[in-house]
């Protein structure tokens, strides 16, 4: 493992799998495993909590460094990446490792037999803990591997890897999520501070693709003083984009974003939902459904097709 902070992360509650990948229990997997909530996933897709897993291949590494990000922006991209480790071996330490420390949960008087053995077979593999996946090169070849499982996969990306989502386009993932941290170019390098020149450009050309995918989403994560504004802008951003799902979040000071957002940063939920109301109204959408404790909303064009079947 190459990474210094891997201790550091496994005290966080990360569970390395091999060299650059890994997992974290989500916050709503052990409430749902709890009856005691849900997650907004299963809230806007029908996506199990207890099932899913929250997973990283390219552990801690991103070619952004956004304000708003929980993980440590501080480091910078190592020079001759190598990620090369085996989807099938990625995929089964992932499932190896969540079964691992879900165990705790079997004598756990809230939580039925049948949640708990359900847990143990998860069908889902959430793409978002950490890092970019799109800097992977086996990326297809592990949405594949997912595929033959019977598993669906959520992938979210910044944007800037064009040439992977062209690939990714002959094998997608259940979902792909590209994210719009900014109505303008000149924002974007300010709150975003990208590691490298042109990225976007890169954002906007993959924006473009984001018609190709069966479930194109766009994620914005809003912070007040930040990027929650010009809503004008993002309106007009949005308008040529072929998209099915457009997900409006609060930021929150959690990881090591506490370093760089305070409460004050953290929209209300109130807040998002206009927010949303106004580029609804510009862009002809419809809010169609809404977590407040997730501080998140859901747009669409028609609420049709959003329930994804296991």
Same mark, same amino acid.
């Given at each position: ?65 956004? $304000? ?12 001759? =990446? ?20 879900? $165990? ?37 070849? =592990? !949405? ?30 259940? $979902? ?64 040529? !984009? ?5 997900? =409006? ?58 329930? !994804?079947?296991?």
């Amino acid at each position: 493992m190459f990474y210094e902070r891997k201790k550091d992360l496994e005290k966080q509650g990360y569970r390395i799998v091999g060299k650059h990948s890994a997992i974290k229990i989500c916050h709503w997997c052990k409430k749902s495993l709890r009856n005691e909530g849900i997650c907004y996933k299963n809230t806007f897709y029908g996506i199990v909590p207890w099932r899913c897993i929250q997973a990283s291949v390219t552990l801690d590494l991103c070619n952004l460094r956004c $304000q708003w990000c929980w993980r440590d922006v501080g480091l910078d991209l190592p020079k001759n =990446l190598v990620f090369n480790d085996k989807p099938q071996d990625i995929l089964s330490g992932f499932i190896k490792e969540q079964r691992k420390i879900l $165990q705790g949960f079997k004598g756990n008087f809230k939580v039925s037999k049948k949640k708990f053995e359900e847990a143990m077979d998860p069908k889902h593999v959430a793409l978002s803990l950490t890092g970019d996946a799109c800097l992977y090169s086996k990326l297809p070849s =592990l !949405i594949k591997e997912i595929k033959n499982r019977k598993m669906t996969s959520f992938l979210v990306t910044n944007g800037t890897f064009t040439s992977m989502l062209k690939k990714l386009r002959k094998e997608q993932p259940t $979902q792909l999520y590209i994210t719009v941290p900014a109505p303008n170019e000149e924002l974007f390098e300010k709150v975003c501070r990208p590691l490298g020149k042109n990225l976007w450009k890169k954002i906007m050309e993959s924006l473009d693709l984001l018609g190709d995918f069966s479930r194109g989403t766009i994620r914005m994560t809003l912070a007040k003083g930040i990027n929650m504004c010009n809503v004008e802008e993002y309106a007009n951003l949005l308008k040529n !984009i072929d998209f099915k799902f457009l997900e =409006l979040k609060a930021a929150m000071p959690i990881g090591d974003a506490r370093y760089r957002l305070t409460m004050e940063n953290m929209p209300y939920h109130s807040e998002i939902k206009d927010f949303g109301k106004k580029i609804a109204r510009l862009n002809k959408l419809k809010i169609v459904d809404e977590k407040k404790d997730s501080r998140v909303i859901l747009l669409m064009k028609k609420d049709k097709g959003r329930k !994804i079947k296991l």
